[in-house]
């Protein structure tokens, strides 16, 4: 079975199978790509969005971000550490240049915003690049309340 693992450090999705040996390195910077015991990243399409909504019970925190925005980029990192320090959320990533429609549809107006779904709802949203700690301000109540 394939997984598709979003590289941390050019935001490029990169397809990894389960029967490879050693460390994967991404496709496009040969930087290497997150092991499975680090925190999955789905990456989001318009055919997957309501599903992964819908069938996810955890809080989604999704990623608007695009690969030519370096404070996206940035924020990769912070948002793995975030995720790692709440294991009980779901993060995502939408390409907003892949998938116009779902930036339109959300109203994504400036990248990186996040946004956290509840039950399939949105519950709260942010813009910017910011710290492991500012995020924790930001979400942390919703996620330890919900």
Known sequence: MAEI?????????????????GAPLCGKCRQPLPHATAVSIR???????????????????????AAWCQPCRLLAAVLDEFARKHPKITLARVDIDAEPGLASQFQIFSIPTLVLF??????HRVSGAMSERELTTEFGSWLETK
């Open 5 to 21: 693992v979003v590289c941390p450090a050019c935001g490029i999705k990169n397809r990894i199978r389960g029967a490879m040996s």
């Open 43 to 65: 990456a989001l399409t318009t055919e997957s969005f309501d599903s992964a909504l819908r069938m996810n019970p955890q809080p989604m925190l999704v990623d608007f971000w």
């Open 118 to 123: 509840i039950g399939g709802h949105e519950v």
